[in-house]
């Protein structure tokens, strides 16, 4: 079973809004700082945004602005909202703790921008 599920994922045009969540099922998320990462195409797997158990964010440069990471530990689920998103954007976002665990990768969801 996935302890790690993403969704929310689409095709959107540049300057749209995308919101993705993460549903975690597993135990001690309220704990566990939780990370999302993204792997565009021909590229390595790279950080995108990270919350602390105590809400504290931090963003990679390439989002810091645009993006909005948040967590509801009662939901046990992590949020990405992805705003005035650039064809650069374009990826697959995952989920993970932060820093990752190897074995919580799963497929992640599809962001495309276009137009």
């Known amino acids: 079973q996935r302890q790690l599920v993403e969704s929310g994922g689409g095709l959107v045009q540049p300057g749209g809004s995308l919101t993705l969540s993460c549903a975690v099922s597993?135990?001690?998320?309220?704990?566990?700082?939780m990370g999302w990462y993204r792997q565009a195409p021909g590229k390595q797997r790279e950080f995108v945004a990270s919350?602390?158990?105590?809400?504290?964010?931090n963003y990679a440069d390439s989002v810091r602005g645009r993006f909005i990471i948040s967590r509801v530990n009662a939901k046990n689920t992590v949020y990405l909202q992805m705003n005035s998103l650039k064809p650069e954007d374009t990826a697959v976002y995952y989920c993970?703790?932060?820093?990752?665990?190897?074995?919580?990768w799963g497929q992640g969801t599809q962001v495309t921008v276009s137009s």
């Open positions: 993970n703790t932060f820093p990752q665990t190897d074995s919580y």
């Open positions: 597993r135990s001690g998320f309220n704990i566990n700082n």
């Open positions: 919350i602390s158990s105590t809400f504290r964010r």
